[in-house]
Nanobody
């Protein structure tokens, strides 16, 4: 079992910045991927960014150049630096942990990000 502890989020004005963090704990072995998803009101959950423990990264097109995902492998922690935030970034952001062996997937409880003037 893997537990995910998220922090960060809140209310920010358009153009502002926020950083989310998520620490994974529990039985973790083998290749894995950490990432962030988001779900806006009335919309489906969508991928924001992923980072694997081999360092490979990918982003959703709408956040490229504005969001940066990084990780501390030793602490099994993932960060999402969000800059130049837009109202359309408003959503609940969820941390996601995927263990490739067996495709075991775990989710955080979510943290709310609101971008509004």
């Amino acid at each position: 079992q893997v537990e995910l502890a998220e922090s960060g989020g809140g209310l920010v004005q358009p153009g502002g910045s926020l950083q989310l963090s998520c620490a994974a704990s529990g039985s973790i072995s083998g290749p894995y991927r950490l990432g962030w998803y988001r779900q806006a009101p009335g919309k489906q959950r969508q991928r924001v960014a992923h980072i694997s423990n081999d360092g490979s990264i990918n982003y959703q097109d709408s956040v490229k150049g504005r969001f940066t995902i990084s990780s501390d492998s030793a602490k099994k922690t993932v960060f999402l630096q969000m800059d130049n935030l837009k109202p359309e970034d408003t959503a609940v952001y969820y941390c996601n942990f995927l263990i490739y062996k067996g495709l075991k997937e775990f989710w955080g409880k979510g943290t709310e990000v609101t971008v509004s003037a």
